[in-house]
């Protein structure tokens, strides 16, 4: 939760190690669409990080837009605090 201004935000995160250079933001949303993200992430098994501050900065950058270097170290701790192995796979 966002207790700048008291509202919910998720910032939905994607990232393909083999063909991104850096995790993007697939989907920022508030208020009741943040529910609504968290609600399809939790029915989806999707790993959820309660980081009001980091979504705060998170939701500041345009979907389909790669994180900034200087949220790198965050992202990486949570995606590492998720304990869920890394699944890369080669398309072929």
């Known amino acids: 939760m966002n207790k700048k201004n008291n509202t919910n935000t998720a910032v939905s995160l994607s990232y393909d190690p083999l063909d991104m250079n850096a995790p993007t933001v697939s989907a920022i ?5 943040a529910e609504e993200m968290k609600k399809i ?3 989806y ?3 959820i990080k309660k980081s009001s501050n980091l979504a705060n900065k ?3 950058i345009q979907v389909s837009e790669e994180i900034p270097a200087s949220l790198y170290d965050e992202v990486a701790k949570v995606i590492l605090s998720t304990k869920r192995p890394l699944k890369i796979t080669k398309n072929k």
């Open 45 to 47: 098994n999707v790993p």
């Open 41 to 43: 992430a939790f029915k």
């Open 58 to 60: 998170l939701s500041k």
């Open 29 to 33: 949303g508030s208020g009741k669409l």
